[in-house]
């Protein structure tokens, strides 16, 4: 070990006394202070005008900025390794040959140093020179420490690891190489082509299995992913220490083949066992049940939620199988096919294989088209072929090899898959229960944990499955089509990510003129109709929340009517007249209430009937012609307003209101009225100015948990009947949660469905905001550090350096 020591002694002062390996370290400084100090400053100037125009603007609420500083797409690490293959080489380019060149390495043979100890110590001696790449872009994550609040230092730990790891792996190639040619610039050019092939070559040949697994397990990068975002894995790390000691006992060969007589197979044969060895080692170590994992973040981001581990862990030994359906033709076929096989498997499946190793994953790849739901622009490209003819086209087109993806006719012997769209979908199954786990019509297309949760759920217990029963006939909104005020896109469409139909709930609808409700249902939705509802539909609806029913109640200015019969019952009316407010930027009937604290609460636990008080937080709800809802001082309910008006902006208009005419004032002569009547009054709408009916108004509004002295405009109703705790919403406003208002729907709209069916789906899943969502820092500030690190930090250490190698020279 002494003699180790002494070569790495040895090498550390070539390295240092080396005019390369300092204007690495300076330009490698200048890289990092750019990549540092470019986002900082943008994200100093968001902030800043934001928080100026918006105090308790909430649009950093999501943001982690250790995330976005040092991983967004322009982010620190992400362009730092990405560029850090055009340095090393540089330094590890005469790290064996400059002594073969010299003649030193003579001098070492015939010294009491073995081979295996030159090439340790050496080695020794560039890993501790890639300790002050590391100090460099630690600077930059002390820098964000002061910075950034909270900032996230796990998920720093672990991405410094990665990048350690990477540079080593790069010196132990580099060492090889060096070792194999005696110039300096074929030694670095060599190695820079050999890293260039490790980065790349994770992006060909993915097609066929053999290769995609070889290349993937030789793509040097993808190794530290899970790294940069703070996911240590032991097959990762073990990936690492397996390369770098297959390159250094390549280098061992190689300096002992110039000693030694030996036939060529013999020499082959070491570098062959070796690399088999190595493959074999890293084979075995990256199975799911050998790979340990550890989540260095604050929040655990790369871990699924402890409720869905639960749902894993109730699994048991139970197999489960996922069969990965592949159409060629079909909307997302591309990223199910073999190629994208690798990203699948790691980033879509491992959060989950981590915590149950033994899934079995299927695949089956076919072609389909069905121009009823697909269209018929694929024929008019190519126009009079038939399907077959099609498909062997578009394989010529592509160069891809058709031959294994089965006719329609086959694979509808296996399973239809035409309901599903003929889209890129898995089917999971579990003791003999199969479900559908989506990918959707957007941008991140696979599904979120919340999906996976859903179908976990469903399969362990189809019992709790909600049943959702939309009440139609009377032209109320649709849950099968996609135009702007229809429920599609919430509801039943199997291609939306924030459908109920992905979150675990049974979808259906239908006339009660002419049906029954089915007894099996948890939720009944009366959504805005526009006619009466008959007799006997409304019979209907009374003797279900007689019997204790959940129900969901979504009515429109103007058609108050319609609503009002069944209302009755619960003791709830809708107001005549229309919501207006003051706005200068909207028309005057879209008004946006304030969401109470009880509205959080239950967002916060949505299986609990009782609301609790929240920290408040300022926060609207868009609804775009909304009636206001009136109450009766007796109805038997637990009342809670979750949306309601200010009353300072926003009044009842009881004349005719045209929303393209002149800006309408407060009229008290016309009906108008700014104040909610009296609750005793039997529903009776009056318009009055006593004190002392505004202090009943205020009294009854406290019974009904409303903050505010304005409209209600959304409330929360709930009552014991008999074993059952019967939950109902009201809403004045059909059109909150209609296709057209697609953010607001994702926001809130399943938070809804999830207080209505006692919180069984979705799956509850909370998280906290990340800590780390504040800069410290203004833009004045940022830009001085900008200064600082490119120009001034650089400056120091040229300046340093100079220094040390004149007077080395001069010595």
Known sequence: MRMVIQVAKAELRNLFYSPIAWFMLIAFLVQCAWYYSTPLELNANLQDVILRNNPQSDFFEKTSFTRALFLGDDGFFRNVLQNLYLFLPLLTMGLIGREV?????????????????????????????????????????????????????????SALLGFYLLACTYGAIGAFMSSITTYQVVSAFSTFLVILLLTFIGNVWQQYDFVRD????????????????????????????????????????????????????????????????????????SRPILTGYWDTTAQNVNTIHPNTQALIREMGDEPL?????????????????????????????????????????????????????????????????????????????????????????????????????????????????????????????????????????????PEKVPNVTFITGHYERNIYKLGEREYGNHTAMKESRNALVNFGYNMDSLSLDHNEIPANTQLLVLADPKSALSDTCQLKIREYIRRGGNMFIMGEPGKQQMLNPVLQQIGVQLQDGIILTETLQEAQDMVAPSINSPMFSLMADPSSAIFKKVKPKHAHMMMPGAAAIQLSDSNGFTNTALLATDRGITWIRKGVFVRDSAKLQFNAAEGDQRSMPTFGDAFQVTHTAHADSEEKNKDEHSKAGFEGDGFITMLAMHRNVGQKDQRILVAGDADFISNIRSMQVGKYASYFYGWLNNGEFPVYLPGNPPPDNRLKLGPDTAKTFRIIYIYILPGAVLLFAAVLLIRRKRK
Request: charged share 20%; with cysteine.
């Open 214 to 285: 070889l290349t993937y397990f030789l793509h040097l990068p993808g190794r530290t992913e899970k790294m940069l975002v703070g996911l240590i894995t032991t097959k990762d790390v073990i990936y690492f220490m397996v390369v770098i000691g297959m390159f250094m006992l390549f280098t061992i060969f190689k300096l002992r083949d110039a000693r030694e007589t030996k036939p060529w197979y013999v020499k082959a044969g070491r570098y062959l066992g070796v690399l088999i060895a190595g493959l074999l080692i890293g084979y075995i170590t």
């Open 101 to 157: 060149q010299n003649g030193t390495i003579k001098l070492l043979y015939s010294s009491p140093v073995t081979i295996r100890q030159i090439v340790t110590g050496k080695f020794i001696a560039f890993m501790i020179f890639n300790l002050l790449l590391v100090l460099i872009v630690g600077i930059f994550c002390v820098s964000a420490a002061i910075q950034v609040k909270s900032m996230d230092y796990g998920m720093l730990v």
């Open 321 to 461: 199988e996922v069969t990965l359906y592949v159409n060629y033709l079909g909307r997302g076929g591309y990223a199910g096919l073999p190629a994208a096989r690798n990203f699948y498997l790691s980033w879509i499946w491992e959060s989950y294989t981590r915590f149950k190793p033994d899934i079995k994953f299927n695949y089956e790849y076919y072609y389909d088209h069905d121009s009823t739901f697909m269209g018929n622009h694929l024929y008019k490209r190519f126009p009079g072929k038939s399907l077959d003819q099609i498909i062997q086209k578009m394989g010529e087109y592509q160069d891809a090899d058709v031959s294994y993806f089965q006719k329609p006719e086959e694979m509808r012997k296996k399973v239809d898959l035409r309901p599903e769209g003929l889209a890129l979908v898995m089917q999971l199954k579990y003791k003999g229960r199969t479900e559908f786990l989506r990918t959707y019509n957007d941008s991140k297309m696979w599904p979120e944990e919340t999906n996976f949760a859903a179908v976990f759920k469903k399969l362990l217990h």
